[in-house]
C-alpha cells in the first residue's frame, strides 16, 4: 500500500511520547512493505536535522519548520473564533501546501493521522480510506488542566477544551475509523457518537532496549522521569515534593530523589534546594537513573493515555508507585504488577514497602517486567493496528461498491 502517514511532531530520533507511538507504527508499516510518506513538523533546524534520521523507516518525508513565536501568534489568532488554539500551533501554511500538492498528484491506498491537531490538513479530503489515531483525547487534557490552574487561565483551559471536544466529534466524522490509545480513551471516544467506527490499540515498550542492567540498585534512591517543560510532570513533583517527599525522609533520612527530565523550569530547579533531592536536566540516557533506583515515581494527577514512564521503567524490572490516574493507561494490575496509591501517606506507604522489603522489590520487579512482555509488546500492538487498518479498508472498499 501507498499510505500518507501525517503526525503533529515528527516522529524521529523517538525520544518522548509524542513521537515514540508513530515511529513505530511508520517503522511497521515500513516493515510490512508498505511505501510511507511522512508528514510532520519540526520547531527548529536542529530538530530537522535529527529528524532526517527517519529516512531508511519510510519512502519519503517532509518537514514543515516552524518557530514557536509564529506559533504561538497562531494560537492567539483563534482564541476568539471556535477553532481550537492548539490547531493553531501545529498548523503550517508550507506543510499544508506540501500535503495538498501529493494529496493531488498522487494516488493513497490510506491516509493515517496520528493526533487531532494535524488532521486539519487532510479532514476536507476524499477518495481514499482515512484513520485518525487521537492517541489521546486532548480535550480531556484541556479540561483536567483548569482544575489545576488559577483563574483566569483555569477559564482559558476551559474554554480550549470545549473547542477541542467540538473539534473531535467533527474531525471524527471525516475520517472512516479513529483509535485511541487506551481502552478508557476509546471509552471517551465512543461517548462522543459520532457515528464513525472506532477502536484502540496500545503503545507498546522495546523490551530489548528497555531491558534490567546488571548494576546493583540502592535501595536509598527513587526516581522520576519525564520531560520537565511539561506541566503535569512539573505538578506532580511539586506536589510529591511538597506533600509525600518529607513523610519520606522522617522515616529515611537517607532517601535520595532523582528528577530527571529535560528542559526543567527554574521552579523544578528549584527543588534541588530540599535535601536528597537532585534536579539533572537533559542526560543522555535515562536507563543507568531508572535502573539504580529502589522505585520509580510516577505521582500524576494529569495523565492522559499512556504513560511510556511507566512501561519503560516496569520493562527494565525497576517496580512502580504511581497515580490511579496514571495506572489507568496501563495493562497491569495494581499490588500484582505495580503499585497504585493516591493521597501523601499511600504514596509514602506503598515507596517504603518496597525500600523496606528487597523480596517484594524483586517480586515487584519480576512480575512488571513479564507484564510487559506479554501485554505491552510492539508486535502484538502493531498486529492489532493491522487488523484496524484491514477492517477500515475492507469497509471502504464495501461503501464504495454500494455507492458505484
Known sequence: MKILYVCHRFPYPPKRGGKIRPFNMIRHFGEQGHEVTVCSLARSPAEAEEAR?????????????????????????????????????????????????????????????????????????????????????????????????????????????????????????????????????????????????????????????????????????????????????????????REVWPLLRRRRPTLKLVIVGADPSAAVRRLERLDGVTVTGSVPDVRPYVRQSAAMVAPLAIARGTQNKILEAMSMGVPVVTSSMAAGGVDAQSEKHFLVADGPDQYAAAILRILDDPAERTRLARAGRDRMLGHHAWPNSMARLDAIVDRCITAYTASQRISA
Not at 476568539?80 to 498522487?106: C, E, H, K, Y
Not at 494516488?107 to 488532521?119: K, M, P
Not at 487521537?134 to 477559564?155: C, H, I, T, V
Open 53 to 241: 534520521g527517519i529516512a531508511p523507516y519510510c519512502k519519503e518525508f517532509h518537514i514543515g519548520l516552524v518557530r514557536n513565536p509564529v506559533q504561538t501568534l497562531r494560537m492567539v489568532a483563534r482564541l476568539p473564533v471556535p477553532t481550537p488554539s492548539s490547531m493553531g500551533f501545529f498548523f503550517s501554511p508550507d506543510l499544508a501546501r506540501t500535503i495538498d500538492t501529493i494529496v493531488r498528484d498522487r494516488s493513497w491506498d490510506l491516509i493515517f493521522v496520528h493526533c487531532s491537531s494535524v488532521a486539519q490538513y487532510v479532514a476536507h479530503v476524499t477518495g481514499v480510506p482515512k484513520i485518525l489515531d487521537f492517541g489521546d483525547m486532548d480535550s480531556q487534557k484541556w479540561l483536567e488542566y483548569a482544575n489545576f490552574k488559577r483563574f483566569p487561565l483555569s477559564l482559558g483551559y476551559r474554554l480550549e477544551g470545549s473547542k477541542m471536544m467540538a473539534a473531535e466529534k467533527r474531525l471524527a466524522r471525516q475520517f472512516d475509523l479513529c483509535t485511541a490509545t487506551t481502552r478508557a480513551e476509546w471509552e471517551t471516544l465512543d461517548s462522543f457518537a459520532t457515528g464513525v467506527p472506532s477502536d484502540w490499540f496500545p503503545n507498546g515498550v522495546d523490551s530489548e532496549f528497555f531491558c534490567p542492567g546488571d548494576e546493583a540498585y540502592d535501595p536509598d534512591l527513587i526516581s522520576f522521569i519525564g520531560r520537565m517543560d511539561y506541566y503535569p510532570n512539573q505538578e506532580a513533583m511539586f506536589r510529591f515534593c
